[in-house]
């Protein structure tokens, strides 16, 4: 079955009880046991439930895993990740990491005695130069966040497993409908379904994806113990969210695709951060490893005064934090996604005042430039 016919077939669909095509909310804490020699799969919601199960299956079957897990939130399925690891453990992980991410590791896990080393993931020498003798966990997002940087996911997995070390990869930017990193190698992927999965910006949610069934089973005590599990409506909202993934990213690609050569010619504009844009450095590794430059992209303008007076008068976006929606999302990541990351180290990633990350919706295309061309004029 190709990707686009498995989202709306891969979560078995069907109801087996009822016909119904659309999956039942099962609203339930606790379930009945009917046998008491013999208990039913499910007993109670945090272990497991019917709705989440048909989530967790379909983001397994897609990301072309063995095991899927549904959290309360993206940040909820990377730190549960992070816990699986224990006091005395090193872990390699990118600097342009999602600033929740860079706070769970400096300012929470490091209290646990779990040792982070930041590097610049795009350049594989820096990352093979980091393994130590404890290394258990190397830690990537490409493209990264918001510069768009891209790492060698078949390279860096190859140089992870040489070391016995598992590879853990965040792909919220792409979805699986653009990159598989188990595909490619990696062991765990992670995912803020907030963001393409759902879609619509209307709820939080994470996910989890292994390649192995152990690796799955010590995630799954994790969720078990932790609890940060994603509630039956969430989990409804986002199945419903995957059933469209494909025409959404289509459509978002493309004009994100339009809109990056735009304000590439734009004399206002330094520069444009887009993976896909023929100037990118990390083009080629990106194109072969995900099928497209997907729906977000950066840029810098010329000056900090222009950068406020676009962000204060764009029109028909939403000037806000997070991406992934059905509608244009312009973000400033110094006050926002990468405003917890100290200013020196910002500046040493190339995050500065006068960068802006566009998250690129449904809008027509020539509404969107338009709205652009207005602003960035004034
Ligand atoms: C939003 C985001 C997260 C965090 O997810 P939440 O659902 O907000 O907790 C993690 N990684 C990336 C790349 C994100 O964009």
């Known amino acids: 079955m190709n990707f686009g016919t498995r989202l709306l077939h891969g979560s078995g669909d069907i109801d087996k009880n009822t016909g119904a095509l659309s999956t039942p ?26 709705t989440r199960d048909a989530l967790e299956n379909l983001i397994a079957e ?19 990740v992070l816990s699986i690891f224990s006091a005395g453990d090193h872990i390699i992980i990118c600097g342009d990491v999602y600033g929740g991410t860079y706070r769970a590791s400096t300012q929470l896990f490091s209290r646990f005695n779990i040792e982070f080393t930041f590097v610049d993931a795009s350049n594989i ?69 907030t963001k393409f999965l759902g879609g619509h910006s209307d709820v939080i949610a994470g996910l989890v994806v292994t390649k192995t069934k152990e690796l799955g089973d010590r995630v799954y005590q994790i969720q078990n113990t932790f609890g940060a599990i994603l509630g039956p409506q969430d989990c409804w909202l986002i199945i419903r969210g995957i059933k469209t993934l494909k025409v959404r990213m289509d459509a978002a690609q493309n004009n994100a695709d339009k809109l990056a050569n735009w304000l590439d010619k734009r004399k206002e504009v330094e520069k444009v951060y887009y993976p896909a844009l023929k100037s990118h450095e990390g083009r080629e590794v990106h ?20 950068t406020k007076i676009f962000l204060n008068n764009v029109k028909n976006v ?35 005042d006068t960068l802006i990350r566009v998250s690129v919706g449904l809008e027509d295309i020539k509404d969107l430039i338009d709205s652009f061309k207005e602003a960035i004029e004034l």
């Open 125 to 193: 020498e820096e990352i093979k130069n980091a393994f130590k003798e404890n290394t258990k966990g190397l830690y990537l997002e490409t493209p990264s966040n918001p510069l768009l940087k891209v790492t060698d996911l078949r390279a860096a997995s190859k140089l992870a497993k040489e070391h016995g070390t598992i590879t853990i990869v965040d792909n919220t930017f792409m979805s699986p409908y653009l990159q598989r990193p188990l595909e490619l190698g990696a062991d765990i992927v992670v995912h803020s379904a």
């Open 25 to 50: 909310i099962y609203q339930t804490s606790t379930f009945h046991q009917f046998d008491i020699d013999n208990f039913g799969k499910y007993d109670y919601s945090r272990s497991g439930n019917p």
């Open 62 to 80: 897609l990301e072309s895993g063995q095991r899927g897990l549904a959290f309360s939130s993206g940040m909820a399925a990377i730190s549960s």
């Open 287 to 306: 194109l072969s490893q995900a099928d497209g430059g997907g729906a977000v992209l950066s840029f810098k303008f010329n000056s900090l005064k222009r």
């Open 318 to 352: 939403a000037v806000a934090v997070s991406l992934g929606g059905v509608e244009t999302i312009v973000s400033y990541p110094v006050k926002m996604s990468h405003a917890s990351i100290p200013k020196k180290e910002r500046d040493k990633l190339g995050v500065t």
